[in-house]
């Protein structure tokens, strides 16, 4: 029987934690694979902490609530990480809803192909362009475009393990440090079916220069491993800076 610990990190997520709990609780499994839900409460100073222990107490035992100082999310998906009971571990962002179907799917996947570290998917309705319905995903593909969504995401326990978790010196492209990381050791499939809703947040305008300026530093992280060249990463910096550009402009318009 196959495990996987649903893990839900939730910073002043009042207003969208019950649906995201909802989604995950609307997953349908068959009876060889079972799930836990693991929300940490990440400091939250609104009534997030509430909403968790009125979920948890209608949860049919299968939630669990972890209550921490607000550390950020790279610390809240780690202490998850040390709670989850699965041998597999799935992420959703408080503010994010999986479809039904994405679940099961994911592990029947994970399960038929042992060598296989992690499954994800597309998201918001949309596919990926000009690729098949599943397509294995490397270092060097994933290098150009961080096309893993956190919240799509289904890895085995052992592989995060593996690769260290998250780095909480981080605030930005933690995510994208650690599914490269996962890459550079292992095996990524991409489930090329929209199975999430993503929302991003009112304030995401604000984080563009952050964000990117995280995913600079990963690449320069990248370059300390000795996992990319000078040249590589030189390249992969400009071309980061033009994304950044084309996003600041279709925010704007």
């Known amino acids: ?13 009042e207003g969208t934690l019950r649906k995201s709990v909802e989604s995950v609780l609307g ?29 948890a107490d209608r949860g049919r035992g299968l939630i669990r609530i972890i209550h921490q100082k607000n550390s950020g999310p790279a610390a809240a998906r780690n202490a998850g990480i040390r709670a989850a009971r699965g041998d597999y ?10 479809l039904p179907g994405k679940l099961g799917t994911q592990l029947e996947i994970l399960e038929a192909d042992p060598n296989l570290d992690l499954v994800c998917t597309a998201m918001n309705g949309k596919r990926f362009l000009l690729r098949p319905e599943r397509f294995a995903l490397n270092f060097m593909d994933l290098l150009p475009n961080n096309i893993v969504y956190t919240s799509s995401v289904v890895v085995r326990k052992s592989t995060l393990t593996a690769a260290g978790c998250f780095n909480e010196a981080r605030m930005y492209s933690e995510d994208f440090e650690l ?23 009112r304030g995401i305008s604000a984080k563009f220069w952050p964000m990117e ?41």
């Not at 029987?1 to 839900?8: D, F, G, N, Q």
């Not at 571990?89 to 999986?98: H, K, M, P, S, T």
């Not at 300026?213 to 300390?224: F, H, Q, S, V």
């Open 1 to 13: 029987m196959s495990s996987v610990s649903v893990l839900i990190p939730a910073y002043n997520a």
């Open 27 to 55: 997953q349908k499994m068959d009876g060889s694979q079972q799930f836990e839900i693991i929300i940490v409460d990440d400091g939250s100073t609104d009534s997030t902490a509430c909403v968790a222990e009125s979920l």
């Open 89 to 98: 571990v799935a992420f959703l962002d408080a503010d994010d809803q999986w």
């Open 179 to 201: 599914w490269l990381r996962i890459a550079h050791r292992g095996k990524i499939m991409v489930l090329n079916k929209p199975l999430i809703r993503y929302m991003k947040g």
């Open 213 to 253: 300026k995280g995913e600079l530093e990963t690449y320069a992280i990248m370059l300390r491993e000795g996992w990319i060249s000078a040249r590589r990463q030189t390249t992969l910096r400009w071309w980061s800076l033009f994304k950044y550009l084309i996003r600041r402009i279709r925010w704007s318009i």
